[in-house]
């Protein structure tokens, strides 16, 4: 994401797939947001492919500071608090060995 582009929102500018269909978010600002997307997922069939943690840990961040996926899910950055959540304990990152 280029930091040059300014928004009236807050917004993301990293973002770190973790387990249990969770992620850690970086936003502009310097927080550190926890976002939990299960009952999301679970819920909503537009999201399934976000139901494999392979396609899960594919989360970026968009060029207007919201999370998205490479087939077109996403997450508006305006609405990343409604999914925040207290982080996992331990904290664990969806690495490749998380298969």
Do not use: K, N
Not at 68 to 91: I, K, M, V
Request: glycine share 6%; aromatic share 10%.
């Amino acid at each position: 994401m280029s930091s040059a582009v300014e928004t009236p929102w807050p917004r993301a500018v990293a973002v770190t797939p973790l387990a249990d269909f969770q992620l850690r978010v970086r936003m502009h600002d310097g927080r550190t947001l926890f976002l939990d997307l299960s009952d999301l997922i679970a819920r909503r069939d537009a999201y399934w492919r976000l139901r494999q943690s392979r396609y899960f840990r594919q989360a970026t961040v968009d060029e207007l500071g919201g999370i998205c996926w490479p087939e077109g899910e996403d997450l508006c950055p305006d609405g990343l608090e409604r999914y925040r959540c207290e982080p996992s304990t331990p904290e664990t990152s969806m690495d490749q060995s998380a298969l």
